[in-house]
Nanobody, 124 residues
Framework: QVQLVESGGGLVQAGGSLRLSCAAS????????MAWFRQAPGKEREFVAR????????FYTNSVKGRFTISRDNAKNTVYLQMNSLKPEDTAVYYCAAGNSIVNTMSTKTYDYWGQGTQVTVSS
């Protein structure tokens, strides 16, 4: 089992920044990739960004390219999501996820482990 704990959410004005953290514990050696998803009220959970655990290969959804950066600190078993130039449409609960594949990397079904989520609210 892998446990994931997110932190760093909050309320920020449009144009501001936040950094989310996701700390992994347990069978972390089984993780190949970690990702961030988000879910706004009344909408499906959507992919935001992904990073491979060893090589650090990254992939982003188009709407966050150039504004968000995913990174990892292997020594701390932690993945980060730096979010800049935030927009009201970025408001959602953000979830950290971990899996052992990058096939269908944007699908929730690819990931076996999920955190509890952290709320990000961007005011206009």
């Amino acid at each position: 089992q892998v446990q994931l704990v997110e932190s760093g959410g909050g309320l920020v004005q449009a144009g501001g920044s936040l950094r989310l953290s996701c700390a992994a514990s347990g069978r972390t050696f089984a993780i190949y990739a970690m990702a961030w998803f988000r879910q706004a009220p009344g909408k499906e959970r959507e992919f935001v960004a992904r990073i491979t655990w060893s090589g650090g290969s990254t992939f982003y959804t188009n709407s966050v390219k150039g504004r968000f950066t995913i990174s990892r600190d292997n020594a701390k078993n932690t993945v980060y999501l730096q979010m800049n130039s935030l927009k009201p449409e970025d408001t959602a609960v953000y979830y950290c996820a971990a899996g052992n594949s990058i096939v269908n990397t944007m699908s929730t079904k690819t990931y076996d482990y999920w955190g509890q989520g952290t709320q990000v609210t961007v005011s206009s």
